[in-house]
């Protein structure tokens, strides 16, 4: 019994550990075969084993078979992580680099305009001839006036589209571990379960998972929170409004950040105390037997 819980216990974290979050616009080929394949391998070993066999039995028999499908689904995902990322950077650069071209190019076309008013305006021999080239040389800088204008709002709306597919991509993670958090959650539950129905004082392992879920909780306040400012940006919005809202959303970020570690941290928590109680009550029936034979 305590080894089924434990080994039951590594098979939840060794599912997270080895589970790479594909994400963004990423399509994670070969997924829903591979876990069709697995669902398959587990069905053969129960078959194989009986309908008594217990979960672990036929987990402990399944795992050589399924552990070389999760290792090659795993390298799929990480190289289609890392061919996202250097996209990523790739847009980045070229973004940057278009950015700098045309403000060059702006100035240089300032520059340029000042040398042929200055030109025009030394071959003026009357003043009618000189308000004329004023006249021009005004209704040229409204023209320009209104062209930066154009040329920044164009710059900050592909800005915001462009910081909005990579939050895209970001919170999309989290949603990741979010679900993952939930399923161990639910399976540490089920560990407790057990552990009760065999008569273990489980009073401190519930207290325990209740404030593992205040995190849980936590992560899913955060996240909504996030998806809502992130909804909030926007092309027409003030340059000031739009760096409070990544400012806040950089926060919430890292609080969500936090959340998960303190929630694996609880489990970890949770894990020691069960490994705790049953040496605890090993010992117990170890004395109780020995009193008895005396």
């Known amino acids: 019994m305590i080894k089924k819980i434990f080994i039951m216990l590594g098979f939840i974290f060794m599912g997270f550990a080895t589970t790479v979050l594909a994400v963004g616009n990423i ?24 309908v008594k066999a217990s979960n672990f039995a036929i987990r402990n028999c399944a795992q050589p078979q399924i552990r070389p499908i999760k290792a090659k689904l795993i390298k799929a995902e990480r190289k289609q992580v890392a061919g996202f990322r250097q996209d990523t950077r ?61 040329n920044k709002e164009e710059l900050l709306k592909r800005k915001i589209n462009f910081i909005k597919t990579r939050l895209k991509f970001v919170l999309r993670r989290y949603e990741a571990y979010r679900i993952r958090i939930k399923k161990i959650d639910s399976r540490v539950e089920t560990r407790i379960e057990k552990m009760a129905d065999k008569g273990y004082d489980v009073s401190k392992l519930k207290e325990k998972q209740k404030q593992a879920r205040t995190y849980i909780r936590s992560l899913d306040e955060k996240i909504d929170m996030i998806k809502e400012k992130i ?31 303190n929630y694996f941290k609880s489990v970890r928590e949770i894990v020691k105390e069960m490994r705790s109680i049953i040496r605890n009550n090993k010992a117990e029936v170890k004395v109780n037997a020995s009193v008895n034979n005396q």
Not at 106 to 118: E, M, N, P
């Open 90 to 150: 790739k847009q980045v650069k070229e973004f940057r680099g278009n950015v700098r071209a045309e403000k060059k190019q702006l100035r240089a076309d300032v520059i340029s305009q000042r040398a042929d008013i200055k030109a025009k305006l030394a071959e003026a021999k009357t003043p009618e001839e000189r308000e004329a080239i004023l006249s021009e040389v005004r209704k040229q800088r409204d023209e320009l006036k209104e062209k930066v204008s154009n």
């Open 231 to 261: 909804s909030q940006l926007d092309s027409n919005s003030e340059i000031v409004e739009v760096r409070a809202l990544l400012k806040n959303i950089r926060e919430e970020l890292k609080l969500a950040r936090e959340d998960i570690k």
């Open 27 to 50: 399509q994670a080929i070969s997924v829903d075969s591979s876990n069709k394949t697995i669902k398959m391998k587990m069905q053969a070993c129960r078959a194989k084993l009986g």
